[in-house]
């Protein structure tokens, strides 16, 4: 069984893709995927969880491919009336998108902890693999920047970005707990797989989780790492600035060095193939592929060969 760590869009894709290479092996594992809760934020009275949403939609086919967040197909017009109301409409949410806020926001009123919503939400839309919110105490990243601190919501949707990260904080980490399914999961795992999300506000929350680093650096299986870095630049999203910003190179290796005592591995573009022994120095084995996650058939390849590469013997 295959653990991974995950974000948003680039996170959710190689999740996608461990989960479709484990239908189509029969091996029937179906991966285990712990997800990044800091971006969660309260909007329109309701508890929103993007890369949870992401990776659920994205899991379950539902995803909308252009942006990679949200429903494919979905529609406007609740948020039309909320602008005609005068209400601030910057965060894009679908009429069916309303939905799992919705009853995520009233399930947790009665009490679900958000394992326990996500569970139902991942049967109910008939997905076989396991989400694991990274914690159920909530969290918010907040960025620092030169207009000061900012909602990660904030910074990301409304601001589009555009403002320096001088710094992250992650409030009520202290205060977060790793979930049973989590530390169970990690325990079982054949192999760990920290996927191509942003290492700052991605992965980074998930490893400042209370004994989360100490966790992963006991467990028996291999530890792989997905660039989220090819040529010096971010796929999608603000993670190249984010590194630089935080005074971190702007490469493969500058991710390996975030991860260096996590992983034993590191898969990198073709295009950073001349990385490779600069990572290999840090201790860690190297795979030089195609990262590129165009398709479908794209992320179950890059997923059997992460899995290959990483635990040659599971299927
Ligand atoms: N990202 C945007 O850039 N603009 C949006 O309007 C937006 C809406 C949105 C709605 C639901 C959802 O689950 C995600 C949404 N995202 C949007 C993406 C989200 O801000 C990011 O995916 C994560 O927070 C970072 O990975």
Redesign the pocket.
């Given at each position: 069984m295959i653990v991974a760590l995950a974000?948003?869009?680039g996170g959710a894709k190689l999740a996608h893709g461990l989960a479709l290479a484990a239908t189509g092996s029969g091996s029937g594992a179906q991966p285990r995927v712990i997800v990044?809760t800091a971006?969660d934020f309260e909007h329109h009275g309701l508890r929103?969880?993007?890369?949870l949403?992401?990776v659920l939609?994205t899991l379950a086919g539902l995803a909308n491919a252009e942006?990679?967040?949200?429903l494919a197909g979905d529609t406007f017009t609740t948020l039309d009336m909320l602008a005609r109301y005068g209400v601030e409409t910057?965060?894009?949410?679908?009429d069916r998108?309303f939905a799992t806020h919705l009853l995520r926001t009233q399930r947790l009123r009665a009490g679900w902890t958000l394992t326990q919503v996500t569970a139902a939400f991942t049967r109910a839309l008939g997905v076989e693999a396991d989400l694991l919110p990274m914690c159920d105490e909530p969290i918010a990243t907040m960025v620092e920047t030169p207009d000061g601190a900012l909602d990660?919501?904030d910074y990301?949707?409304r601001r589009?970005q555009t403002d320096d990260v001088r710094g992250v904080q992650f409030t009520g980490i202290e205060q977060a707990h790793i979930p049973e399914g989590v530390r169970a999961a990690c325990a079982a795992a054949d192999l760990i797989v920290f996927c191509p999300?942003?290492p700052i506000?991605?992965i980074g929350p998930i490893l400042a989780v209370p004994g989360m680093r100490a966790l992963l650096q006991q467990v028996a299986a291999p530890r792989i790492a997905v660039s989220p870095i090819v040529g010096g630049r971010a796929l999608k999203?603000p993670a190249d600035r984010m590194l630089a910003g935080l005074g971190h190179a702007v490469s493969a290796t500058g991710v390996a060095r975030l991860y260096q005592g996590l992983i034993d591995g590191m898969v990198i573009d073709q295009v950073d193939a001349e990385l490779a022994a600069s990572i290999e120095a840090l201790g860690m084995r190297v795979l030089v592929t195609d990262t590129m996650m165009r398709n479908e058939r794209d992320r179950q390849r890059l997923a059997r060969e992460v899995m290959a590469f990483g635990a040659p013997g599971i299927s």
């Open positions: 974000g948003g869009v990044n971006d929103i969880s993007p890369d949403d992401t939609y942006t990679g967040w949200g910057w965060f894009q949410l679908g998108d990660f919501q990301f949707v589009r999300s942003n506000v991605s999203g």
